[in-house]
């Protein structure tokens, strides 16, 4: 098979709500400034091994052993990039979606270059923010659906430029901490 001819789909990944999705899309063009507000509660159960509370979910952050963690649960860095992978799918399916694409696979391979010689800021190297977390993120999309190789790039593309946690990662956020009240 030539790199230009299409592939036979023969099985399709369980879709989206397309009247559901137009109608959120509405809302989001008559409202532009509309935001919501996400919280999590996270709790330390013992050295590095926490659990977040999600809206009646938990995500269990740990440090592998070399970090001195138990490994117990995937890494704070991990669990970013697993959140950046999951909300390029979300927009790369609602995407496809609003173009009317059906997908038969999406993967996506989710690299992050990190250092941690700061220790946390526990005695080690006094580097400035910017020198410390993910420096560099690779993604990789494995895409098949009822479309073109073009058209599954757009679609990919368009999900990256939108995406909520991808310019969360890429862009400066206000960013506050403090001890909370007594």
Known sequence: MSESAEKTVRKH?????????????????NNPNTQGTNKV?????????TVSHVRGHEVVVDEPLHLLGQDTAPAPAEVVLSALGGCLAVGIIAVATWKQVSLSNLELHLEGDIGNPAAWGAGGHEASPEAMG???????VDIDGDASR????????RANYFSPVGNTVRNPIDFEIGLAED
């Open 13 to 29: 990944l369980r879709p989206i709500d397309r009247d559901g999705l137009l109608s959120f899309a509405e809302k989001g063009r």
């Open 41 to 49: 509660q996270t709790v330390v159960e013992g050295q590095y091994r």
């Open 134 to 140: 993910i420096q560099a993120v690779r993604v990789k």
């Open 150 to 157: 073009e058209v599954l790039d757009e679609i990919v593309q």
